[in-house]
């Protein structure tokens, strides 16, 4: 099982609509949990961190489920500047590497 | 902008030939982490440097090394490439005893190995 999942995609969502993304992780010890976004040959930039109780950010919300491994991303009255590429990347401790998953492509169409 | 830049940003090397790459972090971070991202990948974490001794290391071969020196920037070197070397090279830099230590990339060295 690879350390972090995501579906690739692509998603093709309508302008306005609501998406919602998951990613799985295989470290149960896992302690930190972020949502990337990275344009077409560019660099990742944070999108949010990921809290226990969850967290908000504009049309942004995020989710951690510690029991099933997952954490998932939805974004609500889509943009086309939505349109990219939302890496799930976990932490084992404070000191651990930064695990990434492939990626999970969308293209907000309008 | 985050702070943390890279390079060069893009170069051309043939097989067996040697790279170094460069970053220099953002103000304050002490963490330097170097990845590799092929095309339509997700970035492979290479390595991590904190206070100049590397601190982790990914699924890669001893041809990749790094160094941090003490004004945290740091290198990425990779001896005797191969094609499949050709990617996006990634610097991102950290602070250690920040609460979750987010990674802040720089616009990342895009290698081409002919």
């Known amino acids: 099982r690879k350390e972090v999942e995501q579906d690739p995609g692509p998603f093709n969502v309508p302008e306005g609509a609501t998406v919602a993304f998951n990613c799985t992780y295989s470290n149960s010890a896992s302690q930190s949990f972020f949502w990337y976004r990275q344009d077409c040959r560019k660099e990742p930039k944070l999108l949010m961190s990921?809290?226990?109780s969850g967290n908000e950010d504009g049309r942004f919300t995020a989710q951690l489920n510690r029991a099933s491994q997952y954490i998932s991303l939805l974004i609500r009255d889509s943009k086309l500047s939505d349109s990219a590429t939302y890496l799930c990347?976990?932490?084992?401790?404070?000191?651990?590497?930064?695990?990434f998953g492939k990626g999970t492509r969308l293209h907000i169409l309008p | 902008e985050t702070g943390v830049t890279q390079s060069p940003t893009h170069l051309i090397k043939t097989r067996g030939q040697q790279v170094t790459l460069r970053c220099s972090s953002q103000?304050?971070?002490?963490?330097v982490s170097w990845y590799q991202q092929a095309l339509g990948q997700g970035p492979q974490f290479i390595f991590q440097y904190y206070r100049e001794e590397e601190n982790g290391r990914g699924n890669f071969p001893p041809r990749f090394s790094g160094l941090q020196f003490p004004n945290y920037s740091s290198e990425l070197n990779v001896n005797a490439l191969e094609l499949d070397d050709s990617a996006l090279y990634l610097c991102?830099?950290?602070?250690?005893?920040?609460?979750?230590?987010?990674?802040?990339f720089g616009e990342g060295s895009r290698l081409t190995v002919l």
């Open positions: 990921v809290y226990s």
């Open positions: 103000s304050g971070h002490n963490t």
């Open positions: 991102a830099s950290s602070l250690r005893t920040a609460s979750t230590g987010e990674l802040f």
């Open positions: 990347a976990v932490r084992g401790n404070r000191d651990d590497k930064i695990i």
